[in-house]
């Protein structure tokens, strides 16, 4: 069974920093598409970062310039990097990943979601 773990919430003061994880487990083949959302109190859902297997990075407006998507293609794990926290980044952070893995002697390609992060910012 594939899944998807994040870690590395908390609560923080404003400005402060935190490093995101999210970890791949199973019978992982390949990562292609690794991304991070965010979702605050009564809000959509919304797109943070996304990141390619090559490298190449996408963000919101709203995060560019503090926040820093990465991957350990080895490790089969994302990272977020987030600086100058703003009370408006509190949410729970939900890793988002296109996993190609084996299941019963087959080859699969889905998108999955991890359970969520919670980030807090505020004094």
């Known amino acids: 069974q594939v899944q998807l773990v994040e870690s590395g919430g908390g609560l923080v003061q404003p400005g402060g920093s935190l490093r995101l994880s999210c970890a791949a487990s199973?019978?992982?083949?390949?990562?292609?598409?690794m991304g991070w959302y965010r979702q605050a109190p009564g809000r959509q859902r919304e797109l943070v970062a996304t990141?390619?297997?090559?490298?190449?990075?996408n963000y919101a407006e709203s995060v560019k310039g503090r926040f820093i998507i990465s991957r350990d293609n080895g490790q089969n794990t994302a990272y977020l990097q987030i600086n100058s926290l703003k009370p408006e980044d509190t949410a729970v952070y939900y890793c988002?990943?296109?996993?190609?893995?084996?299941?019963?002697?087959?080859?699969?390609?889905?998108?999955?979601w991890g359970q969520g992060t919670q980030v807090t910012v505020s004094s």
């Open positions: 988002n990943a296109e996993l190609t893995y084996i299941t019963n002697s087959r080859i699969y390609t889905n998108f999955y």
């Open positions: 990141i390619t297997r090559g490298g190449s990075t």
């Open positions: 199973g019978s992982i083949v390949s990562i292609n598409h």
